[in-house]
């Protein structure tokens, strides 16, 4: 988009888009509950604590009893150390009369700097897991005991280990399906907002004029009702007149876009003639498009014809279904369409026509594919723009606009169509 981002274009990106990212969220959802599924293991813990001391004799040296603490620590940190060992795994497995494979770890950590240890077993056997537990406290108060024997050590099982609860696949699947959704939310979020910076197309008319010091005559939604329509093209006819004046001729010139700008011609016709004037849609667009049938227009001679054979706008011209409006189709031009609008005959129909009608509005094709509006941008009492929200590029109108101006056009604003 461009540089300016307001949070309500935001908004309503999401809110477009709603559906799509309801579906990525729903499917990381259900393939992180699958996924959990698929590796669910059950794996238990039980914890035993000990308190670890030391015996001193009453008569012991004063020497001798300033080191017990020292001394104490040592066989604590022993303890620790020796907890997570391959050996002691494998005492502790037989004196609990377990399959070893059955007890996969021992973890031991000092509770804070008093001489409680917890001791942590994790197994896939819950019923013997506190056995286990237990079992690695009396292995390793007997294996300290026997490294160092004196002064004697004492080690007593503070808390016995409690079996674990029962550890259920549906429970881990549906903790894993929420963390999924909130993965699927955070994804959503980011890419939705990384698309809404990266797009540079035209989605806020203001920035537009306010960057290019142009006016915006008209802002059309995509999903207006007909009223709201109509509204917006009596808004924008009172533009043009002010813009062109009482009487003239007003190119319409799209950038861009994959409507084209028949549809704001037609809209344009119908409000202008509804206020009584009369109106000359001239289509030079040889690009195909044609709006022949929503008008309601018969078969014309077309714009090459006419000025092949001299014939004037009003005689060349044919009716439509719009009171006060009338037709003429472009016909197929022989060579290049861009050499017969910047023709001086074209400049002198174009003028002929507005002595003829009040307005003449002349649709061009696409300015960035074809040359043709660049042509004929100077015949013209004024140039109005054309872009397409979420389509025209900002670059590609802000060029396109740059060499219309190059080019004589008297650019009078731009409308932007398809709103959302």
């Known amino acids: 988009m461009e540089l300016y981002v307001s949070f309500s274009e935001i908004f309503r990106f999401f809110k477009r888009h709603l559906w799509k990212f309801a579906v990525v969220v729903v499917a990381c959802g259900v393939v992180f509950g699958f996924l959990s599924l698929k590796t669910f293991k059950r794996e238990y813990t039980a914890t035993s604590t000990i308190l670890v001391a030391c015996t001193i004799d009453d008569n012991a040296s004063p020497d001798y009893s300033n080191q017990y603490a020292s001394m104490q620590n040592v066989r604590l940190q022993a303890a620790i150390a020796m907890a997570p060992s391959e050996d002691l795994r494998l005492k502790v497995a037989e004196r609990a009369g377990v399959d070893e494979e059955s007890l996969h770890s021992i973890e031991a950590k000092q509770i804070g700097s008093s001489t409680l240890v917890d001791l942590t077993i994790s197994t896939d056997d819950r019923e013997n897991a506190a056995l286990m537990a237990d079992s690695a406290a009396e292995q390793i108060a007997e294996e300290i005991a026997a490294i160092y024997p004196t002064p004697p050590i004492q080690i007593h099982i503070i808390t016995h280990a409690e079996t674990p609860d029962e550890l259920s696949a549906r429970s881990s699947a549906i903790k894993s399906g929420i963390l999924g959704v909130v993965f699927g939310v955070i994804i959503s979020l980011c890419v939705g907002i990384a698309m809404i910076l990266l797009d540079h197309t035209i989605r806020n008319a203001t920035y537009v004029s306010k960057s290019l010091q142009m006016p915006c005559l008209g802002s059309f939604a995509l999903k207006a009702e007909e009223e709201e329509r109509r509204d917006e093209f009596r808004r924008l006819r009172a533009a043009v007149t002010q813009q062109v004046g009482e009487k003239g001729s007003l190119l319409l010139i799209p950038v861009h876009g994959k409507k084209g700008a028949g549809e704001t011609a037609c809209g344009l016709a119908h409000a202008l003639t509804v206020a009584g004037r009369s109106v000359l849609y001239l289509e030079a667009d040889f690009s195909g498009a044609t709006q022949a049938a929503v008008l309601g227009a018969g078969q014309s001679k077309g714009l090459v014809a006419a000025l092949k054979d001299g014939s004037s706008p009003k005689e060349a011209a044919v009716s439509t279904k719009i009171e006060g409006l009338s037709f003429l189709s472009c016909g197929q031009a022989q060579g290049s369409s861009a050499d017969l609008l910047a023709s001086d005959a074209f400049s002198a129909f174009v003028k002929q026509a507005s002595d003829e009608f009040d307005?003449?509005?002349?649709?061009?094709?696409?300015?960035?594919?074809?040359?043709?509006?660049?042509?004929?941008?100077?015949?013209?009492?004024?140039?109005?723009?054309?872009?397409?929200?979420?389509?025209?590029?900002?670059?590609?109108?802000?060029?396109?606009?740059?060499?219309?101006?190059?080019?004589?056009?008297?650019?009078s604003g731009f409308v932007l169509n398809g709103v959302r």
Request: charged share 25%.
């Open 359 to 411: 307005y003449v509005l002349c649709v061009l094709p696409d300015e960035e594919n074809m040359p043709d509006a660049d042509n004929a941008a100077s015949v013209a009492n004024g140039v109005l723009l054309v872009a397409e929200y979420g389509v025209t590029p900002f670059r590609d109108f802000e060029e396109s606009l740059t060499r219309l101006r190059t080019a004589g056009g008297k650019i």
